[in-house]
C-alpha cells in the first residue's frame, strides 16, 4: 500500500495550492479517503473528508470555506484545491485512507508553509 502526497511548498498569505494524494495496493474507489494536518507543536487534525463516490464531504469548521476535497477514483487520486491560505495553515499535510474492512494507511505528507 501506497499512499503519496504532492503539491506543497512556500506560498504567501492569501495564495493557493492544490495537493494531491496517489494511492497504490488497495481498493481506492472503496475507500473513505481524509486529509489531515500536523503542524510543529499541535497534534494531528482532520481537515477534510470525502467518500466514495464523492457525495458526502466533510470540512474541518475553520477550514470549510477555503478548501475544496476531491477524488478521481479512474486515476485512484485524492485532491485538497486551498485558497485563501493563512499562515495558520502551515503543517504537514497528510492523506489516509480507510478501507472497507476498516484498516486505516496513511502518506508521509507533505509540507505547507504560508508566509510573507
Known amino acids: 500500500v501506497h499512499l503519496v502526497e504532492s503539491g506543497g511548498g512556500l506560498v504567501q498569505p492569501g495564495g493557493s495550492l492544490k495537493l494531491s494524494c496517489a494511492a497504490s495496493g488497495f481498493a481506492f474507489s472503496r475507500a473513505i479517503m481524509s486529509w489531515y494536518r500536523q503542524a510543529p507543536g499541535n497534534e494531528r487534525e482532520r481537515v477534510a473528508s470525502?467518500?466514495?463516490?464523492?457525495?458526502?464531504?466533510y470540512y474541518r469548521e475553520t477550514v470549510k470555506a477555503r478548501l475544496l476535497i476531491s477524488r478521481d477514483n479512474a486515476k485512484n487520486t485524492m485532491y485538497l484545491q486551498m485558497d485563501e491560505l493563512q499562515p495558520e495553515d502551515t503543517a504537514v499535510y497528510l492523506c489516509?485512507?480507510?478501507?472497507?474492512?476498516?484498516?486505516?494507511?496513511w502518506g508521509q505528507g507533505t509540507q505547507v508553509t504560508v508566509s510573507s
Open positions: 470525502i467518500n466514495t463516490d464523492s457525495t458526502i464531504t
Open positions: 489516509k485512507a480507510v478501507d472497507p474492512g476498516r484498516s486505516e494507511y
